[in-house]
């Protein structure tokens, strides 16, 4: 084990991108609300059904200079979706081949994760805000060896049945019920909110549903419009709040989609809404439609608009600690910052296969993303090319599966970091 972890700490050095001078602790102190939002993916942004904005709330974010808004970002989740995604994001290391993270390995697993990172060093207060139960995904542990303090889960809210959709508190309702508990909160915080409503089937009460939905064939692709629209206006009401409150004048606020809402079968009714025809779609497009929000808004900053670089959820970590100011050099992390004149734009998907702001490889088919075109004869150049990229591929997803399956980050303890006891916490609903 010794050898495997020397081996990942020389991967972490060679693919350490420093920060961008310009962008590094622009945040520094200040607050962070993340808000997860649930199978929303990037065609979303600008999309127009039947001649109206779907989630215009949003879009208005995207387009404004208040938010540094990532075009090519992309979901990188294996089997354990929501999971995965909140493991990539805070930990820096990839989900499993397999199953989730989370479920599998998550309750014995040392982490060296946002909230832990940034309350020892900058002394940040942690909380999460979800309106399921808090042991759906192994949260309820996963989230104390995180270093997390405090996590309100559906116990925490009226869940009377009307307030529910499929999988916990409706979006308006979690943001709304949630204020009390976050105004308790010590500042700086750093707090994330995992909403729901959007989640497949998609299915949400009449009084809810405020446009109409597609005609695909498909419910839940037809659905999937009304739902994201919820959520947007579940968003509006919540930034309502932030402006009033003043939070969003001292707080980094970021919005990341955690992997796709439509499935590669049903991207087949989707398509003629994306101006495609099924019977040309193909791995390539499946790949393009993996596409995520990532957006993060910094106090003080008008410098934000469209950002064009390639990244995935696992370089969000890096990116967020150095605009924070803090130096990531000590952690293990797989990703780089996206800010950063050095960022590594190979975007891995679990499944190994891979996309770069040129190529979009899926097995070994090369495609080219300007035309979506194969390449059948790749030029010596584009081969060695592709060979590199999908080492740095192989490598990045094997050396963080052997970092947690053996569960190395134990022998692992950075300068200056204290291992997080997770019996330091409990969510026990006595907070109010
Ligand atoms: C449930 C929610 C959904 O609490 O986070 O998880 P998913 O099914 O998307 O992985
Ligand atoms: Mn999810």
Do not use: C
């Amino acid at each position: 084990t010794s050898s495997d972890l020397n081996k990942i700490l020389e991967f972490n050095k060679e693919n350490y991108a420093k920060p961008n001078p310009k962008m590094f602790g622009i945040a520094k102190g200040k607050n962070v609300i993340i808000i997860h939002l649930e199978s929303f993916q990037q065609f979303l942004i600008n999309y127009k059904l039947n001649g109206q904005e779907v989630t215009p709330f949003l879009n208005s974010l995207y387009n404004s200079n208040q938010f540094y808004s990532f075009a090519n970002f992309f979901n990188q989740v294996g089997q354990g979706k929501t999971s995965d995604a909140e493991n990539m994001l805070e930990t820096g290391t990839f989900g499993l081949p397999q199953g989730s993270l989370f479920s599998a390995i998550g309750t014995g697993n040392t982490f060296e994760a946002a909230p832990a990172i940034l309350n020892q060093t900058e002394g940040y207060t942690s909380a999460v805000f979800h309106g399921n139960n808090g042991s759906f995904w192994n949260r309820d542990n996963v989230y104390k060896n995180m270093g997390y303090q405090y996590f309100f889960d559906s116990s925490y809210y009226n869940t009377s049945s009307n307030n529910l959709t499929e999988y916990g508190l409706k979006d308006k309702l979690i943001f709304h019920d949630s204020i009390k508990y976050l105004e308790h909160l010590q500042q700086p915080f750093y707090v994330k909110y995992i909403t729901l409503s959007n989640h497949f089937p998609f299915a949400i009460d009449q009084k809810n549903q405020s446009i109409q939905p597609a005609n695909t064939g498909d419910a839940s692709v037809n659905n999937y419009f009304v739902t994201a629209h919820y959520l947007d206006q579940a968003l509006q009401q919540f930034f309502d709040y932030l402006h009033k409150s003043g939070l969003y004048d001292n707080s980094v606020i970021v919005l990341y989609g955690d992997h796709y809402g439509i499935s590669d079968t049903r991207n087949l009714k989707l398509a003629p809404l994306l101006g495609k025809s099924a019977s040309t779609w193909n791995n390539f497009d499946n790949a393009q439609m993996q596409r995520v929000p990532l957006m993060i808004h910094i106090p003080g900053d008008n410098n934000g608009g469209v950002q064009y670089q390639y990244g995935g959820e696992i370089d969000f970590l890096p990116t967020l600690l150095h605009l924070l100011g803090i130096n990531t050099q000590k952690y293990i992390q797989f990703g780089t910052d996206l800010f950063s004149p050095q960022h590594n734009q190979v975007v891995a998907f679990r499944n190994d296969n891979f996309v770069t702001p040129k190529y979009t490889v899926v097995g070994n088919t090369i495609y080219e993303n300007s035309t979506g075109a194969v390449i059948t004869h790749p030029s010596e150049s584009v081969k060695k090319q592709i060979a590199k990229d999908r080492k740095h591929v192989n490598e990045q997803l094997t050396l963080s599966d052997s970092l947690n399956n053996k569960n190395l980050l134990r022998y692992y303890v950075p300068a200056g970091f204290k291992p997080v006891d997770p019996k330091d916490y409990n969510y026990h609903n006595d907070f109010a």
